[in-house]
């Protein structure tokens, strides 16, 4: 298998999983109730950054999740942008 076809598989199945750490983390931050205390989303008092039982945990997870995704999505417009203008070009051409 060519390296640009590995290269597109591993980018597609990364956005995916990271795509779903943002979901799940979204919706559990949209569930769970806000806590006082919170600087800036950061809480002062958890043990750990990534403490996912507490909302700044999450928050980190979701923030960084979904950086990721955003790096991973214009990786794939890289990777995919000769098929893109192909298809932009077939579609306005008129019909023979």
């Known amino acids: 298998m060519k390296l640009r076809i590995r ?3 591993i980018t597609d199945i990364l956005m995916f999983l990271s795509g779903l750490v943002s979901m799940i ?3 559990a931050l949209l569930i769970l109730p806000s ?3 919170n600087r800036g989303g950061i809480a002062l008092s958890t043990s750990s950054i990534l403490d996912l039982t507490a909302r700044s945990g999450l928050k980190i997870l979701h923030d960084w999740s979904s950086m990721i995704l955003i790096a991973l ?3 794939h417009l890289i ?3 000769k098929v893109i203008v192909c298809y932009f070009k077939n579609s306005f051409k008129p019909a023979a």
């Open 73 to 75: 999505i214009i990786f």
């Open 7 to 9: 290269l597109k598989i």
């Open 79 to 81: 990777l995919n942008w």
């Open 35 to 37: 806590g006082p205390g």
């Open 25 to 27: 983390t979204g919706l």
